[in-house]
């Protein structure tokens, strides 16, 4: 990748032709249209009002802005590599200031008032439209981009790893998935997996919740890395341009899990439900039952993992419950009952020798108080739970 630096780019060359179309999902464009300053695989926009206030007055006194970098495309035009997030805080207060939309700034040119820039005077607007950007040019190898990004992520907003990837793997059908999962407006995908799923929208974080759920593997980057290289090949060929497959993927899981459990609780966000779906959603079940244990389970203050209660309805595993242990309370006053012995061989020991047990299984009504503990030495326990 060739790094050329971009002489005499002024903040006037940035906002010619300033376009912002994303609130219809078209991306903002800048530099006479040259310039994607919001590429379709990028974060929405994230700086605050002090943040985007700080762009601009920094600007007003002329202190340096940070280096930006652009790729230059085999067409000719550029998209932001790294400075999305100042260059769209300059265009919204100044090119849309110049069309009544803008916002007001604080402290410039070490003015206290609150400055829109209508405010300012013809020197003051002069003076920001004349300021020379720090802009470098990077000719695009889609090989080295991801190392790119990594290396210039290290300060300011930094990327998710999704949107990394994003910026890896840019083709038709990752914008066609990207249309349905991390739409800034009125997003469908967030809005049906409301108290489902547990994700940043905004930063690709529910594209790769889904894609991972998809792939059935919730840890293994190369993995998700060599689909989405895959797909990218496909779709550059003319083939898989839009991702139905994954939508319809889903759809489907939700549907499934908003129809065995409709009685929305907390923690229901947390549950993996796309690895449940491709484990069970086949099977029949008894919603009326299901409901009942849920509703049980949730009522016992013995489980305290209330989100493993969902895995606990298929496979009846109690770790994913997290059933309440003995507190060191209970156990320091069963072990005086028991005269500092083990209950079983009668053998004395010392507290932290013995293991906590229950005496009636918590499967079997059994709970975490005093009168169902007993405390027995490592042989003693082994040999209760191999007679249970």
């Not at 974080?205 to 989405?228: I, S």
């Not at 298929?314 to 500092?340: C, M």
Request: negative net charge; glycine residues 6%.
């Amino acid at each position: 990748m060739r790094i050329n630096h971009l002489e005499g780019m002024t903040v006037a060359d940035i906002i010619a032709g300033y376009t912002d179309r994303s609130d219809l999902e078209e991306g903002i464009t800048g530099y006479h249209g040259q310039l994607d300053i919001r590429p379709k695989y990028q974060r929405n926009y994230v700086y605050n009002d002090e943040q985007r206030a700080a762009v601009i007055r920094t600007l007003s006194r002329d202190f340096p802005l940070g280096i930006m970098y652009w790729v230059k495309n085999n067409d000719g035009k550029y998209e932001i590599l790294d400075g999305q997030q100042r260059t769209i805080s300059i265009c919204q207060y100044i090119a849309d200031g110049m069309k009544g939309r803008g916002f007001s700034v604080a402290g410039l040119f070490y003015h206290e008032r609150p400055s829109s820039w209508n405010d300012l005077t013809p020197t003051e607007k002069e003076a920001l439209l004349s300021r020379k950007l720090l802009i470098y040019e990077c000719e695009d190898a889609d090989s080295e981009r991801l190392q790119w990004f990594e290396t210039i992520n290290i300060a300011g907003e930094k990327l998710s790893k999704q949107e990394i990837r994003n910026a890896q793997y840019p083709c038709a059908w990752l914008t066609d998935a990207r249309r349905f999962f991390s739409k800034s407006n009125n997003n469908y995908a967030k809005k049906i997996g409301t108290f489902y799923v547990n994700a940043e929208w905004n930063r690709q974080g529910g594209l790769e919740k889904v894609l991972r759920w998809y792939l059935n593997d919730l840890t293994d980057d190369k993995q998700l890395c060599a689909f989405m290289s895959g797909m990218k090949q496909k779709s550059d060929l003319g083939g898989a341009e839009e991702a139905t497959e994954l939508i319809d993927y889903y759809k489907a899981l939700i549907d499934w899990a908003k129809t065995l459990f409709p009685v929305r609780r907390e923690k229901m966000d947390k549950v993996e439900w796309g690895i449940l779906y491709n484990r069970y959603h086949n099977n029949d079940y008894d919603v009326e039952k299901i409901e009942e244990k849920v509703a049980r389970l949730y009522a016992d203050n013995d489980v305290s993992a209330k989100e493993g209660i969902y895995e606990y309805i298929f496979d009846n595993s109690e770790s994913h419950l997290h059933i309440r242990q003995f507190t060191p309370e209970v156990k320091v006053h069963v072990y005086e009952l028991q005269g500092q012995k083990c209950k079983d061989c009668g053998q004395h020991f010392a507290i932290s020798d013995l293991q906590a047990h229950h005496n009636i299984r918590w499967v079997d009504g059994g709970h975490s108080t005093v009168e169902n503990c007993v405390l027995l030495c490592r042989n003693c326990h082994g040999a209760r739970h191999r007679a249970e």
